[in-house]
């Protein structure tokens, strides 16, 4: 049967290395580097900020463009709303502050003033995932890809690492259209290139395998690779789909990938009701029914501690990956 | 000095007297929504739409146009009125107020009507929304203001409070709010639901300079507005006091009129009256 993968190889990565040695930036930076190009590229794109210029790095922002830059203070609801009012005026305000703020509490206004309405906004969800690590469960956002998804209209968008950060920034800045692109807190490994492509709405072919898919969203894409690698070695070749634009799905490349391995596993930091797995479950239901497992947050809140600890506490370390791939080997 | 001559009151009243009219025809044809704010506003949104704003009702999206904003959107049938009689589309289109289809929607809808500048309804976004337009009209240099009309019954809501401080910060002295004081909301008034007293003072105390009117007074309303547009280097807020269900004799002051629509007997009374208004206005001034 004709694949739509046939003859897509896989993406050049940077060169895969342990995590004692791998290049690690935070994904907030390329943010930060991303939105302050985009600013410059067009003056209409502005940024504000909710008393969180620092940790969602647009204090660069702030100082290479300062006519371009509003300061807000701690308004979560005022900090969409407004931005709905200067994107009805013409501008491409992007907002940034902490995922469980933004959209965490505001939703309502994401829904009616950007949504509904139509504005050119785009939401900077910072520090979103367990990974946030010491400032514990109230701080840490593993709901926000389920509440933005479910919204019209929006794009969501969960970018793997810092220069994929960068690139998405760009592009969603390019788009007309409301959109929510997460990132988060800690230095994670930098797993793409310069060179590396990135299309919203494009997944992206990270390793070719035909024995199960791992279809896989923002910084665990690096524990994927290593539990790819790790499988490798006893025989099960796995195939990695970065599935970074979360809505609108690739269909497509979800439907192939499912075609040709018989089995899927999804990986996101995030709960699995609801995340970037149910829309590939979703999918994959109505197009072709195909085992599948979950990692993530399983119906659990966050709590303290050191961000790969949490990652490994809550299953979503390469180890526990390898075991749900197992688990979706022996289901097909 | 009066901004109006006494040949251009009567105009406006019986204008407001028309917006009030086709009020009353778009709720009793969609058999559901709210009468007695929009009533209430018929006078406000009347010299706004008549005497104040500068606008194309043939070309909406005119970029020099002054935005108008309605925070309370379940009064968007005023709104729905004043445009009509206004110029931007047919009075008989009111009768569509909430079908399917219609660009009428229940709740006013930016994309469906684009005149209506923002989505509305739920309560307490509009001042946030208006503020950022008055900003960006102010990063752009831009001569045009934004009016912002809200309940009074939505600064119960927090996100209202966190645009006025906003607006004070920057200055943004093309930006008037304008507040429907008519102490009622859906469980009665709202010096018992959640006391808003004292209301000018909040708003003095977030740095706004704050104007008061009665809302069912034309001349009134367009002297304070004139005043409100002279104030520099800070937002404006006017108080218009008004009578809910202002118009009607057995909705005037009832909080029970706040989100029902008359029946037809309801309705064929409340035209007559408001007729007989007409006729009292054009022998009387």
């Known amino acids: 049967m004709a694949n739509a993968l046939d003859g897509v190889a896989a993406m050049r990565l940077a060169e895969l290395k342990d995590p004692a040695n791998v290049k690690q930036v935070p994904t907030r930076n390329g943010f930060g580097e991303g939105v302050i190009e985009a600013g410059k590229r067009n003056r209409n794109v502005i940024a504000i900020c909710a008393d969180l210029s620092e940790s969602t790095r647009m204090l660069g922002f702030k100082e290479a463009l300062p006519d371009q830059y509003i300061e807000i203070g701690v308004s979560e609801q005022l900090l969409v709303a407004m931005a709905a009012g200067l994107a009805s005026a013409g501008k491409i305000p992007f907002i940034a502050s902490y995922a469980m703020f933004n959209p965490g509490r505001s939703w309502e206004q994401v829904r009616t003033t950007m949504a509904l309405n139509e504005t050119n906004v785009k939401i900077a969800g910072a520090h979103a995932g367990v990974s946030v690590g010491p400032d514990g469960a109230t701080h840490q956002a593993i709901e926000d890809i389920a509440i933005m998804r479910c919204i019209p209209h929006m794009t969501v968008v969960v970018p793997c690492d810092s220069i994929q950060t960068k690139k998405a920034t760009l592009a969603v800045a390019e788009m007309t259209g409301p959109v929510y692109l997460r990132f988060g807190r800690e230095k994670t490994p930098v797993v793409t290139t310069e060179e590396t492509p990135f299309e919203l709405g494009k997944a992206q072919i990270f390793r070719e395998g035909r024995d199960v898919a791992i279809v896989v969203c923002g910084i665990l894409v690096y524990n994927v690779l290593i539990a790819a690698a790790t499988l490798a070695k006893h025989g099960i070749d796995c195939m990695v789909v970065n599935n970074h634009t979360i809505k609108p799905m690739d269909e497509e490349t979800i439907v192939a990938a499912a075609q040709r391995c018989g089995a899927v596993v999804t990986v996101e930091e995030h709960q699995v009701f609801g995340g970037m797995g149910s829309r590939v479950a979703e999918i994959l239901a109505q197009r072709r029914p195909t085992p599948l497992e979950f990692v993530g947050v399983h119906d659990r809140f966050g709590q303290s501690g050191d961000p790969a600890e949490l990652i490994e506490h809550y299953g979503m370390g390469a180890v526990a990956i390898e075991a749900a791939v197992r688990r979706a080997l022996a289901r097909k | 000095m009066p901004t ?193 007293e004292p209301f000018a003072d909040k708003y003095r105390a977030f740095n706004w300079e704050v104007l008061e009117c009665d809302g069912n007074d034309i001349a009134q309303v367009a002297e304070t507005i004139e005043k409100a547009k002279a104030v520099k280097g800070k937002p404006s807020v006017i108080i218009a006091h008004t009578v809910p269900g202002k118009g009607v004799s057995y909705m005037e002051g009832d909080y029970t009129w706040h989100g029902k629509p008359p029946n037809k007997e309801q309705a064929d009374q409340a035209l007559r009256e408001l007729e007989a208004e007409r006729e009292r206005i054009l022998a009387h001034g």
């Open chain 2, 4 to 196: 109006l001559t006494p040949q251009r009151l009567t105009e406006l009243k019986v204008h407001a007297n028309r917006v009030r009219e086709g009020i009353i025809r778009a709720l009793l044809a969609a058999g559901s929504g709210h009468s007695a704010g929009p009533l209430d506003m018929a006078d406000v949104f009347t010299v706004l739409y008549e005497h104040v704003l500068r606008h194309k009702p043939t070309e909406p999206e005119w970029d020099d146009r002054d935005r108008l904003l309605l925070s309370c959107g379940h009064i968007a049938p005023v709104r729905y009125s004043a445009m009509a009689y206004g110029g931007y589309f047919p009075v008989e289109e009111l009768l569509t107020l909430r079908k399917f289809g219609t660009r009428l929607q229940g709740h006013p809808e930016r994309v469906r009507l684009p005149a209506v500048e923002t989505t509305s309804g739920p309560l307490g976004e509009g001042l946030a929304q208006g503020t950022g337009m008055a900003l960006a009209a102010k990063m752009d240099g831009k001569s045009w203001r934004v009016y912002v009309v809200t309940s009074d019954a939505e600064h119960q809501c927090g996100l209202h409070w966190e645009a006025t401080m906003t607006a004070a910060k920057f200055k943004l002295d093309n930006l008037i709010a304008i507040v429907d004081r008519n102490f009622i909301q859906i469980d009665g008034s709202t010096e018992d639901v959640m006391p808003l």
